[in-house]
């Protein structure tokens, strides 16, 4: 995976089947925009934590867009994560998202981690509400 704008192919239900316990896990390649080199103070390119966020997100929204009908999706509205350790240029990652709560049916509570193997990059929470697609704009 890399920080991309496509879907991957997804079969939604009628009905939402979001539940605690529901996981995602997805590869990347620190790449393209997820880097940083911190304006040259550092000699390297990293993932950055704007990048490391991004991929976070993206992987919650995922884990709750196969759980939820046509007619929904979700928006996030707060992330809380450290960035704990470093993942050079060309490095193969994990993100990982596991659904902890639900919140009124519509509130969505995870955990959210990034390893390079068994080293943790990236660890926190991510909350994200579910919205009714056609109510946007």
């Known amino acids: 995976m890399?920080?991309?704008?496509?879907?991957?192919?997804?079969?939604?239900?009628?009905?939402?089947?979001?539940?605690?316990?529901?996981?995602?896990?997805?590869e990347f390649e620190v790449a393209d925009r997820l880097l940083t080199d911190v304006g040259g103070t550092i000699g390297l390119k990293v993932l950055s934590t704007?990048?490391?966020?991004?991929?976070?997100?993206?992987?919650?929204?995922?884990?709750?867009?196969?759980?939820?009908?046509e007619?929904?999706?979700?928006?996030?509205?707060?992330?809380?994560v450290k960035h704990v350790g470093p993942a050079a240029e060309g490095a193969r990652c994990t993100v990982r998202s596991t659904l902890r709560e639900i919140v009124d049916g519509r509130k969505l509570r995870f955990e959210v981690e990034v390893s390079e193997?068994?080293?943790?990059?990236?660890?926190?929470?991510?909350?994200?509400?579910?919205?009714?697609?056609?109510?946007?704009?």
């Open 50 to 69: 704007p990048g490391m966020i991004a991929v976070m997100e993206r992987n919650s929204a995922v884990l709750s867009l196969q759980h939820l009908p």
């Open 117 to 137: 193997g068994d080293r943790t990059v990236g660890v926190g929470t991510h909350e994200r509400r579910v919205i009714e697609v056609g109510q946007l704009g």
């Open 2 to 26: 890399s920080l991309r704008d496509e879907l991957p192919d997804l079969e939604r239900p009628s009905e939402p089947t979001l539940a605690p316990g529901l996981e995602r896990s997805d």
């Open 71 to 80: 007619s929904q999706a979700t928006v996030g509205f707060e992330v809380c």
